[in-house]
């Protein structure tokens, strides 16, 4: 009797285990901020970066961006921005908006925040360098300088939370 008991609570806490287990490591991956984004945002579903005309989206870790007429969802930038370097580059935060089609505002956001737009800001990953071909990082030391982006432009409702 007293094995079986021992059994029962070995099995018990076997199952318990496993599900503590699985349970932290589905939360601790959902939504997390990618390591070229700025410093300084916990919760942001989606960023605009004005060199590639591109948004990301955070939860569904893709990118957005206009080919050929329409919206198109991918976890690379297009092929013409394969080189280009998401640490150096400008993240606005778009933090007022929590639908799926953050590009009904393109016109305003192509507009405001343009091509080679840039105030100081710095990367939650700033040692390392981000390109956009294959999802990959490198570590070239490419940086933002050490700059945050506090009393940066923080446009159509899209400063910190």
């Not at 076997?14 to 901020?33: E, K, P, R, T, Y």
């Not at 280009?84 to 956001?109: A, C, I």
């Not at 570590?139 to 939370?161: A, Q, V, W």
Request: proline residues 4%; aromatic residues 14%; charged residues 15%.
């Amino acid at each position: 009797m007293k094995k079986l008991k021992l059994l029962a609570i070995l099995i018990v806490m076997l199952f318990a285990s496993n599900a503590m287990q699985s349970q932290v490591s589905v939360n601790v991956n959902i939504g997390a901020q990618p390591s070229w984004g700025p410093v300084g945002y916990s919760s942001v579903d989606y960023y605009y970066i004005p060199d590639v005309q591109a948004y990301y989206d955070v939860r569904a870790t893709q990118f957005i961006y206009l080919n050929g007429g329409s919206w198109i969802r991918s976890s690379r930038l297009p092929n013409q921005y394969r080189n280009y370097d998401l640490n150096r580059g400008y993240k606005v935060v778009l933090n007022d908006y929590h639908g799926t089609t953050p590009y009904t505002q393109f016109k305003y956001h192509k507009q405001k925040y343009y091509k080679g737009y840039s105030k100081p800001q710095q990367t939650i990953g700033h040692k390392g360098d981000y390109r956009g071909n294959n999802g990959n990082q490198g570590n070239s030391g490419h940086g933002n300088n050490g700059h945050d982006n506090k009393g940066g432009d923080k446009g159509h409702g899209h400063g910190k939370k």
